[in-house]
């Protein structure tokens, strides 16, 4: 199988600030990241009707492109189940979708049967609305034992209770140009490109170092010192919370060897200095501008858009140097809406790792679902654009090494100031370790009320 369209939304903290948003970027080819919707209604997805026609009709409330419509999914279902009748309305930002979501639980009305949730979201649902959601764990048909671990505990309240079922995840791998790495002198075979940097970042930095030695003309290693430090902070299970629920990202060292690190490249002179998701970061897949670039699975697609003809089998995959996840959705059964008994079994139904797999083949999201690994549609998965790159076994090796993330609440506002307001200003102006750091946590305290 060959996978030709990867995925629609990518979910991320970066991603998410409100200039990534406003690009509304491509993530399946002529899909936007946020902003390509195949239905935009401003309800968000009102409560269930009921019945209608003799038939259940069930709502399903998404943000983006969310890829199960777009699958077939519904259709499918639909057609084993004469009775049931899926309709699905579409927020296009997910910045507008997420706090009507808030709002709507909180009044406990104008709710879908079914609700996604993106990843940076999942943490405050579960800490703050699991009272207000259906433990879906008890649903025939879910096992959490098809799923991988770190993914379902995601969903999981303390007490054991799974509000949301994961539909996708973005394990990362090193996207990288074969033609300039070869000018560059360095390895092109992607198992040999991964031996570069295989299990420390600081051996990535030392590529780049390799690399800047005989760089092509006007290229440069990575595109930013800020896409550096999301991937390295992403291998890691402790960021910014604590397990006990504190933040802790000032004095925790693995965000401080994340910062550390994308310093270095960007005072070693690596970087193309770019801000991802903006124009220009597009244009410089499209001159192929930089060598390298973090990518989870749902960027491929995006990569593919943005540099074109020009860049087909030019671009490769390899592991990245640590397993490390960046994105990813759950869909949730509220209690307040009128099916909850069928929401629940059309949830766990669009999350099992056949349907999961399905996605994968004709969406490019990358199933949760551990269990879909070994399917068809997973396995021999290659893409033809990033010469044939076998990116079902390559993504999926990275989700089953990616740690158990302790998130939390606000991870979205400190990832997003940690990297537009401090590691932007290196990158991009000069500015010293210490004083960029100190306008990012400055940042961060404002927005938190610190």
């Given at each position: 199988?060959?996978?030709?369209?990867?995925?629609?939304?990518?979910?991320?903290?970066?991603?998410?600030?409100?200039?990534?948003?406003?690009?509304?970027?491509?993530?399946?080819l002529g899909a936007g990241l946020l902003a390509g919707c195949a239905e935009d209604s401003d309800d968000g997805g009102r409560a269930g009707s009921g019945s209608k026609d003799g038939k259940?009709?069930?709502?399903?409330?998404?943000?983006?492109?969310?890829?199960?419509?777009?699958?077939?999914?519904?259709?499918?279902?639909?057609?084993?189940?004469?009775?049931?009748?899926?309709?699905?309305?579409?927020?296009?930002?997910?910045?507008?979708?997420?706090?009507?979501?808030?709002?709507?639980?909180?009044?406990?009305?104008?709710?879908?049967?079914?609700?996604?949730?993106?990843?940076?979201?999942?943490?405050?649902?579960?800490?703050?609305?699991?009272?207000?959601?259906?433990?879906?764990?008890?649903?025939?048909?879910?096992?959490?034992?098809?799923?991988?671990?770190?993914?379902?505990?995601?969903?999981?309240?303390?007490?054991?209770?799974?509000?949301?079922?994961?539909?996708?995840?973005?394990?990362?791998?090193?996207?990288?140009?074969?033609?300039?790495?070869?000018?560059?002198?360095?390895?092109?075979?992607?198992?040999?490109?991964?031996?570069?940097?295989?299990?420390?970042?600081?051996?990535?930095?030392?590529?780049?170092?390799?690399?800047?030695?005989?760089?092509?003309?006007?290229?440069?290693?990575?595109?930013?010192?800020?896409?550096?430090?999301?991937?390295?902070?992403?291998?890691?299970?402790?960021?910014?919370?604590?397990?006990?629920?504190?933040?802790?990202?000032?004095?925790?060292?693995?965000?401080?060897?994340?910062?550390?690190?994308?310093?270095?490249?960007?005072?070693?002179?690596?970087?193309?200095?770019?801000?991802?998701?903006?124009?220009?970061?597009?244009?410089?897949?499209?001159?192929?501008?930089?060598?390298?670039?973090?990518?989870?699975?749902?960027?491929?697609?995006?990569?593919?858009?943005?540099?074109?003809?020009?860049?087909?089998?030019?671009?490769?995959?390899?592991?990245?140097?640590?397993p490390s996840n960046w994105g990813g959705s759950f869909i949730t059964v509220p209690k307040a809406g009128k099916n909850t008994e069928e929401a629940a079994k059309l949830a766990a139904w669009?999350?099992?790792?056949?349907?999961?797999?399905?996605?994968?083949?004709?969406?490019?999201?990358?199933?949760?679902?551990?269990?879909?690994?070994?399917?068809?549609?997973?396995?021999?998965?290659?893409?033809?654009?990033?010469?044939?790159?076998p990116i079902g076994k390559i993504f999926a090796k990275a989700a089953e090494g990616a740690p158990v993330q302790i998130l939390g609440p606000k991870d979205l506002i400190i990832a997003q100031?940690?990297?537009?307001?401090?590691?932007?200003?290196?990158?991009?102006?000069?500015?010293?370790?210490?004083?960029?750091?100190?306008?990012?946590?400055?940042?961060?305290?404002?927005?938190?009320?610190?």
């Open positions: 199988m060959r996978i030709t369209v990867p995925n629609r939304r990518a979910s991320s903290p970066r991603r998410r600030s409100r200039r990534l948003v406003a690009v509304a970027a491509v993530a399946a259940t009709t069930i709502k399903v409330g998404v943000f983006g492109v969310f890829g199960l419509k777009e699958a077939g999914l519904y259709d499918e279902y639909m057609k084993k189940n004469p009775d049931i009748v899926i309709e699905q309305t579409s927020i296009e930002r997910n910045e507008n979708y997420y706090p009507r979501l808030l709002t709507r639980l909180g009044a406990g009305s104008g709710l879908a049967d079914i609700q996604a949730v993106e990843v940076n979201n999942i943490a405050e649902i579960v800490e703050t609305q699991s009272d207000k959601l259906v433990d879906l764990s008890k649903t025939p048909g879910v096992d959490k034992n098809k799923y991988l671990d770190w993914k379902w505990q995601q969903g999981t309240t303390k007490d054991g209770k799974t509000v949301g079922l994961g539909t996708d995840i973005g394990p990362q791998g090193i996207c990288y140009r074969k033609d300039l790495f070869k000018k560059a002198g360095l390895p092109t075979d992607r198992d040999k490109v991964s031996e570069l940097w295989a299990g420390d970042w600081n051996k990535y930095l030392e590529a780049g170092k390799k690399y800047k030695k005989n760089a092509p003309k006007n290229t440069a290693f990575v595109d930013s010192a800020g896409g550096v430090m999301a991937a390295v902070t992403g291998s890691y299970e402790d960021r910014y919370y604590d397990k006990s629920g504190e933040i802790i990202y000032k004095s925790n060292p693995r965000v401080k060897e994340a910062w550390d690190l994308g310093v270095d490249f960007a005072e070693e002179g690596l970087t193309a200095k770019l801000q991802q998701f903006q124009k220009t970061w597009d244009q410089a897949y499209a001159n192929g501008t930089f060598a390298t670039v973090s990518c989870p699975a749902w960027m491929l697609g995006y990569i593919k858009g943005k540099a074109g003809e020009k860049g087909e089998d030019q671009w490769d995959v390899a592991q990245a140097p640590m669009l999350t099992a790792p056949e349907q999961q797999a399905k996605l994968f083949d004709k969406q490019g999201s990358f199933p949760s679902a551990s269990a879909a690994y070994d399917l068809p549609q997973v396995a021999d998965a290659k893409h033809p654009y990033f010469s044939d790159a100031n940690l990297g537009d307001v401090g590691m932007l200003q290196v990158d991009q102006k000069g500015t010293s370790s210490e004083e960029a750091w100190k306008a990012a946590t400055k940042a961060i305290d404002n927005a938190l009320d610190k």
